[in-house]
């Protein structure tokens, strides 16, 4: 991996390497690249009046969701369609997978039955690792306990770049608010906006962001080859000055019975991203949100719908994102690539 | 092999596991003989299962013998195994396990009592005696006891009738022992009987759905941290009650095993200089390997430790070279990073730590080929503990008779330590002792071997360093005057 200062200047890549996408971590700058200009051409598709392309075409992409996510498997399939994939779904309340068949036993059946793009949600991080392990086709993770959730982090920098001038993230400053230490989402984010050259901020009560600052302070010398530093913080006013994005984090019942919040009442009361806390930032910020919202907890329901919000434009980009992702890691990409060189 | 043999013995092949060796004689070896203090140049005769003759070389007789081939040393004793029977055959059964021993140069085993039923009475260690008895394998099988009945953490097991039944000790291992009031009471009824209590130091509510040692690798690997506290904590706890123990019973005594945190061997050290009657022990696998093992990185402990005792970040110096989440790696307490792995090996070489423990935890595909947070605690290291010591001894960082030491007279000391238990034979010195059974481990230093699923004796193939090489290779191992393991390379290129 490059370095950052060197890293957006470096020639655009045309190849796709990766078997699988389970994070961010190992993909590159000029690859994340490759992949926003990929989705560059899949939103073009979607704003056709036929949203629907034959790049897949009898390609069998399989969405196997051991936790259930309506919206994320149905982004997923709708992205497979709009490339004429044929998709299967799997999820444990209808299949054995309730019976307690092993992850390993699943994905080798549904290998057998013919999948050949596996979109995955689990429950345990690290799971689509196992499943790459025994699978002859392309691992795509759709989020994995508190570890990963690439195609989030890179739909939500899609349309961070989209929406900010020039379209680019270098010296912006990401404030994202609420429970980091669960989040899969934060840590994908990590990786791609300090690549991205952002001026990242984790934000939330200190039980939620319980070993993050031990990852910030291993990153605060710029050790990390390709990735810039990032803060971790409890004090929200800090987090907000002068933002240029906002993102506010899903906060769960649980982490009340776990001990870790007094209430959902104190929480909103210290860390809800609304209108007078976002004051502080730029002006224009915009705010951002993976959902599903809690309003009125994480989010105050004015500000969600505001025009400073692009929390719909989250969920377009994200069929966008998951088409290209899908189109790369086919290799229909590569083909088309071979097709034009003749 | 590199030795001279001689007869029907080990080296020609000839002789069956847990045969009495009839005549075999090692010359131009490397002698480790912690009971004496003493290693070197030598040559040993074993006649009739006896090691007959120990001859040390001087002079022109020792030159070019050095510590870097052919090792002889006193028989390896863990204190600190899981054979899983009964209950768990899957996993490993006592013939597998002693086998597995064997091959790591192990010739007395401490069995902990988790199997199921539990070991909580006189009946279930018959089970286990009558199974070493049927392997035929003459590694020597020591088993504790529960220290609650079912370990379930609420009442004492059947502790005298196990007393009397020949336990060396008592554990919920798999487990703490739940409460600091039963400890109490396991300590002074334990203490009564002159035999220790030996712990394994978590607080279960700190570490409740901890997956990987908290740190810096578990928050970008999203794995639940196991924090150190939760070691700390109950170390505190248990010297706590020893002390409020000792006033009562003098002869209670605290086994700490598998001590993984630089917090925690603090704690023994100062207890152990105040006069504490406690022991405690370390693995390899804490010794040697890191949390960043789990990210895919692939270098031993010493090496991931950065100046000023800082751990270097295996992502900064692009370090991760395999597979990230290795269930191999899971294991309880969870492999800490380099800085503690360190504070281990200090511990061990001032002598804070007893022993080196293996915690052999076998276990089954099924338990161990799913998702890291899914998968069943363990590795399963006793055909592997000399080989990670070696590695510690060719880095430079841990001299051989210490690594000797820690797997024959450290364990021994433990027992020794008890007054029921140090009168027997596996608390004795451990030494090459001439005129005594053969008890003892040939190895080869120049020679290293490759772990592998089919070079593994044990049934459980969960070790982290399957697809590896890892230096000495063991060529026999007698127990009791009895061949316990003979390499087969060793065994088939006598002429
Ligand atoms: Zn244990």
Known sequence: MTTVASAQTDKPVTAWHHRHLIDVDVVSWPEIDLIMRTADEMKGILARPIRKVPALNGRRVTTLFYEASTRTRVSFETAARNLSADVVSVAPATSSVTKGESLVDTVRTLEALGAEILVMRHSVSGAPYLAAEVFGGHVLNGGDGWHAHPTQALLDLYTMRENLPGGDLRGRKVAIVGDILHSRVARSNIWSLTAAGADLWLCGPATLLRGMDRWAVAWSGGAIPGHGRFNVTSDIDAALRDADVVMGLRIQRERMQGGLLPSLREYAARFQLNAKRLSLAKPGAIVMHPGPMNEGVEIAPDVAISGCSVITDQVANGVAVRMALLYLLAGAHEAAHTEAAR | ?495
């Open chain 2, 1 to 495: 092999m590199s030795a001279g043999t001689d007869g029907a013995t080990p080296g020609s092949g000839s002789l069956k596991i847990g045969a009495t060796v009839g005549r075999f004689e090692l010359e131009r070896a490397w002698l480790v003989d912690p009971a004496s203090g003493r290693e070197g140049p030598g040559e040993i005769v074993v006649t009739d299962g006896i090691l007959e003759s120990v001859v040390w070389l001087e002079g022109a007789e020792a030159a070019g013998v050095t510590d870097k081939g052919v090792v002889v040393a006193p028989g390896f004793f863990d204190l600190h195994a899981h054979f899983r029977e009964p209950g768990f055959e899957d996993a490993e059964t006592v013939a597998t396990g002693s086998a597995a021993a064997a091959h790591g140069g192990f010739t007395t085993v401490a069995l902990m009592p988790n199997t199921a039923p539990a070991v909580d009475d006189p009946g279930v260690l018959g089970r286990i005696r009558s199974a070493a008895a049927a392997s035929g394998s003459p590694v020597g099988v020591l088993v504790y006891g529960a220290v609650s009945a079912g370990r379930a953490g609420d009442q004492l097991s059947a502790m005298g009738e196990l007393a009397d039944a020949g336990v060396i000790g008592y554990s919920d291992d798999g487990a703490p022992v739940k409460t600091a009031k039963l400890l109490r009471s396991a300590l002074l009824y334990a203490g009564m009987l002159g035999l220790p209590v030996a712990d394994h130091a978590e607080d279960s509510e700190l570490t409740a759905g901890a997956e990987a040692s908290e740190g810096y690798v578990a928050s970008v690997m999203g794995l639940a941290g196991w924090p150190v506290a939760g070691e700390v904590q109950a170390v505190s706890r248990d010297l706590a009650v020893l002390v409020d123990a000792l006033g009562d019973e003098p002869r209670a005594r605290l086994h700490l095993t598998h001590v993984s945190t630089a917090a925690a061997l603090d704690l023994v050290r100062r207890a152990k200089a105040s006069g504490l009657p406690v022991t405690c022990d370390v693995t390899p696998h804490h010794l040697a390997l890191t949390d960043e093992w789990i990210a895919g990185a692939r270098r031993w402990a010493w090496e991931a430790l950065g100046a000023a005792g800082v751990p270097r970040d295996p992502w900064a110096d692009a370090a991760l070279t395999a597979s990230p989440y290795n269930t191999s790696l899971r294991v309880n307490p969870p492999l800490r990073n380099a800085a503690d792995a360190a504070a281990c090996l200090a511990a061990l070489i001032d002598g804070t730590a007893d022993a080196v423990v293996t915690d052999h935890a076998p276990h089954t595909v099924v338990d161990k080929e799913v998702e890291f947070g899914k998968a069943a605690n363990g590795i399963s290291g006793i055909e592997t503990a000399l080989g990670v010591l070696l590695a510690l001894v060719d880095a430079g960082k841990l001299p051989l008779a210490r690594a000797v030491a820690a797997l024959t007279s450290g364990p021994a000391g433990v027992v020794a330590a008890s007054s029921r238990t140090a009168g027997i034979a596996a608390a004795g010195p451990r030494g090459l002792t001439e005129g005594a059974p053969a008890d003892l481990v040939v190895f080869d230093r120049s020679d290293r071997w490759q772990v592998t699923p089919e070079s593994m004796l044990s049934k459980g193939k969960n070790s982290p360093f399957v697809g590896r090489e890892l230096p000495g290779r063991v060529l026999v191992t007698i127990a009791a005057g009895r061949l316990a393991y003979e390499d087969p390379l060793a065994a088939g290129d006598e002429s």
